[in-house]
């Protein structure tokens, strides 16, 4: 870990505090606490159709996933989402509903929460960057096994359960 102490400067050591192993100071008495990392995702549909884009990097090359990204510390989730569509996308949104918030410990980036909005397109085309190498709009029948992990996996899925309920 080797972390240094944000008050004093200090190499943490670990100590058993809480029930569990924390990073301390020797000098001050500061005690480090790992924090979760923050997303924000949208959802967008057209057509009954969900849109996802395939990785072009890593982690995940290859599968498919929601327009999503980190939150900067001092942006609101429903913002980030919003400026991660169009940095993605080229698509302006307009996002409805919170989906849900899921919590994810299988990115080697670090563990997290992600805020997941319903989002309708206001204007634009689609251009994608090159975080992606495909959009495209996928029924709930037709999405792919192959999705990225990160939350994307459980909102996607959890999509395709209220579209497939819909139909019905």
């Known amino acids: 870990m080797a972390h240094y102490c944000f008050q004093c400067g200090s190499k943490l050591e670990v100590r058993h505090m809480d029930h569990r192993d924390r990073e301390v100071c020797p ?47 001092d942006e609101d989730p429903r913002n980030a989402a919003i400026r991660e569509v169009y940095e993605e996308t080229g698509l302006e949104v307009e996002l409805g509903e919170l989906f849900d918030v899921y919590y994810f410990d299988d990115d080697p980036r670090g563990n997290g929460v992600t805020f997941v909005y319903l989002a309708e397109k206001i204007s634009g085309e689609i251009r994608i960057n090159g975080e992606s190498s495909i959009a495209k ?32």
Not at 29 to 57: C, F, M, T
Not at 139 to 165: C, F, N, T, V, Y
């Open 137 to 168: 709009y996928f029924h709930w029948l037709e999405i792919p096994a192959e999705l990225s992990k990160g939350a994307h996996d459980k909102m996607i899925m959890a999509w395709r359960i209220k579209a497939q309920q819909r139909e019905s």
């Open 27 to 73: 000098a001050c008495d500061w005690v480090y606490y790992a924090q979760l990392k923050v997303g924000a995702a949208a959802l967008i549909e057209q057509d009954g159709r969900l849109l996802l884009l395939r990785r072009s990097y890593e982690p995940w090359t290859g599968t498919w996933m929601t327009p999503a990204g980190y939150v900067e510390a």
